[in-house]
């Protein structure tokens, strides 16, 4: 990790100021009075479609994005990715006074909800509003700029340097992944800290810290077996059949891979006489009789990890899990490259200590870590070995991914008073 680390471990030990600067009292109040425009950017965010796959959609929302940063001073830069058959990446670059710290700043342009999905608009309701991508993470993006423009009315957003990342395809990542997470990863060994501003946490109405996300990654099993009639099911000649084998493995999965900071799951699963997935692999047909032995059956799933080691011994225990073969029956699993897990470090929870020491000065409660079990992964994680950071700095929502997503329209702006106190204390070292 970055020797930054080491100083923000020394500060934890520091005690807390009695109260905001002169400076970041501005700040706060400048978000305050921009929660009008907030909300207003939000409604237009959110109604502009952005599903992973509408190339066109993501792209308008880049441009959005980009008429809210230059007048900010930001040098932005559209990444055109046809290669990975995704829109690209928006990154943004300011530079601070000398000798300040380099902050890169995460989020994403895309959302789950494609064109084609019935939930399409904003609707907003009191204190909350409800739309495709409200929190995750348009209303991320949305606390981002609010922070940055307090910091702008207030003086300090020159006390840091920032890189911004907002890429096109975080719900859907582009293939392969090394090109589609180049510019992200190559920003990440320029940082001195990175903040992401996916959706906040919060567990019995408690803000919670994420100082950790999980990896994400995806499976593919898939067994033969010999067919016939069913009265010759387990004979030398035929053995067990494809769904049987398939059951054994999934049933040694359950009993043979469980460990601390692990979940498993298998998605999807069609057999019989002949099954397959189409070519997203989110659909399966198949066909089959009750006396027929199955040929074929195959299976998707993912497993989510703390770290590479627990990812790499995961994969081994169900490597050798398959190849104990069932009599007369083969089976093979492939294993896609998806998110890499963020880790715990002494780093990140300096940071974490670091927000509560903002936390302290603006009267909020302290943010206790959370468990990394409470949220899925990310792409804070692709930077997580260079660079140490904090997720979930964006507003709290609800029902994420699915009709209904819900955000908590005052959770932006104290979550954009943290991070707009945050960014200028670490830009300076603080």
């Given at each position: 990790?970055?020797?930054?680390?080491?100083?923000?471990?020394?500060?934890?030990?520091?005690?807390?100021?009695?109260?905001?600067?002169?400076?970041?009292?501005?700040?706060?109040?400048?978000?305050?009075?921009?929660?009008p425009?907030?909300?207003?950017?939000?409604?237009?965010?959110?109604?502009?479609?952005?599903?992973?796959?509408?190339?066109?959609?993501?792209?308008?929302?880049?441009?959005?994005?980009?008429?809210?940063?230059?007048?900010?001073?930001?040098?932005?830069?559209?990444?055109?990715?046809?290669?990975?058959?995704?829109?690209?990446?928006?990154?943004?670059?300011?530079?601070?006074?000398?000798?300040?710290?380099?902050?890169?700043?995460?989020?994403?342009?895309?959302?789950?909800?494609?064109?084609?999905?019935?939930?399409?608009?904003?609707?907003?309701?009191?204190?909350?509003?409800?739309?495709?991508?409200?929190?995750?993470?348009k209303g991320?993006?949305?606390?981002?700029?609010?922070?940055?423009?307090?910091?702008?009315?207030?003086?300090?957003?020159?006390?840091?340097?920032?890189?911004?990342?907002?890429?096109?395809?975080?719900?859907?990542?582009?293939?392969?992944?090394?090109?589609?997470?180049?510019?992200?990863?190559?920003?990440?060994?320029?940082?001195?800290?990175?903040l992401?501003?996916?959706?906040?946490?919060?567990?019995?109405?408690?803000?919670?810290?994420?100082?950790?996300?999980?990896?994400?990654?995806?499976?593919?099993?898939?067994?033969?077996?010999?067919?016939?009639?069913?009265?010759?099911?387990?004979?030398?000649?035929?053995?067990?059949?494809?769904?049987?084998?398939?059951?054994?493995?999934?049933?040694?999965?359950r009993?043979?891979?469980?460990?601390?900071?692990?979940?498993?799951?298998?998605?999807?699963?069609?057999?019989?006489?002949?099954?397959?997935?189409?070519?997203?692999?989110?659909?399966?047909?198949?066909?089959?009789?009750?006396?027929?032995?199955?040929?074929?059956?195959?299976?998707?799933?993912?497993f989510?990890?703390?770290?590479?080691?627990?990812?790499?011994?995961?994969?081994?225990?169900?490597?050798?899990?398959?190849?104990?073969?069932?009599?007369?029956?083969?089976?093979?699993?492939?294993?896609d490259?998806?998110?890499?897990?963020?880790?715990?470090?002494?780093?990140?929870?300096?940071?974490?200590?670091?927000?509560?020491?903002?936390?302290?000065?603006?009267?909020?409660?302290?943010?206790?870590?959370?468990?990394?079990?409470?949220?899925?992964?990310?792409?804070?994680?692709?930077?997580?070995?260079?660079?140490?950071?904090?997720?979930?700095?964006?507003p709290?929502?609800?029902?994420?991914?699915?009709?209904?997503?819900?955000?908590?329209?005052?959770s932006?702006?104290?979550?954009?008073?943290?991070?707009?106190?945050?960014?200028?204390?670490?830009?300076?070292?603080?």
């Amino acid at each position: 990790m970055k020797p930054f680390a080491a100083l923000l471990l020394a500060a934890t030990s520091l005690p807390a100021l009695a109260a905001p600067s002169p400076a970041e009292r501005r700040a706060v109040a400048a978000v305050d009075a921009d929660q009008p425009r907030a909300i207003a950017l939000l409604e237009r965010l959110v109604n502009q479609n952005s599903g992973t796959m509408n190339v066109a959609g993501v792209e308008t929302v880049g441009r959005m994005l980009r008429a809210e940063l230059e007048p900010l001073g930001f040098t932005v830069v559209w990444k055109p990715l046809p290669q990975t058959k995704r829109a690209g990446h928006l990154i943004a670059t300011r530079m601070g006074a000398k000798g300040t710290k380099r902050l890169l700043l995460i989020g994403h342009l895309d959302t789950v909800f494609e064109a084609d999905s019935p939930f399409q608009s904003y609707r907003r309701t009191g204190d909350t509003a409800e739309g495709p991508g409200v929190g995750d993470d348009k209303g991320g993006m949305v606390v981002m700029l609010s922070a940055l423009r307090a910091m702008k009315i207030a003086g300090t957003i020159d006390d840091a340097t920032f890189e911004i990342v907002l890429t096109g395809d975080e719900e859907r990542t582009g293939d392969p992944v090394d090109i589609a997470r180049a510019d992200l990863i190559a920003a990440g060994r320029r940082a001195d800290v990175a903040l992401d501003f996916e959706g906040l946490v919060r567990q019995d109405g408690r803000d919670m810290g994420s100082i950790a996300r999980r990896s994400s990654n995806s499976w593919q099993l898939t067994t033969t077996g010999t067919t016939g009639h069913s009265s010759l099911i387990f004979d030398a000649a035929h053995g067990d059949g494809a769904i049987n084998e398939m059951a054994r493995i999934l049933a040694a999965f359950r009993t043979q891979l469980p460990e601390k900071n692990l979940t498993f799951n298998t998605g999807l699963l069609v057999g019989g006489a002949t099954a397959a997935f189409d070519a997203d692999a989110v659909r399966g047909t198949a066909t089959g009789k009750p006396n027929i032995i199955p040929a074929v059956a195959t299976a998707r799933g993912d497993f989510r990890t703390l770290s590479d080691e627990q990812t790499a011994r995961v994969r081994a225990r169900m490597i050798a899990i398959v190849a104990a073969h069932a009599p007369g029956t083969d089976a093979k699993i492939l294993f896609d490259e998806g998110y890499p897990p963020m880790a715990p470090t002494a780093g990140n929870r300096a940071i974490l200590a670091k927000l509560n020491m903002v936390n302290r000065d603006l009267g909020l409660a302290e943010m206790p870590e959370l468990d990394p079990l409470k949220r899925g992964a990310g792409d804070i994680a692709f930077v997580a070995k260079d660079v140490d950071g904090l997720a979930g700095l964006g507003p709290y929502s609800v029902g994420d991914h699915a009709p209904g997503e819900t955000v908590d329209l005052p959770s932006i702006a104290v979550q954009a008073k943290r991070a707009a106190l945050l960014m200028a204390r670490l830009g300076r070292g603080g």
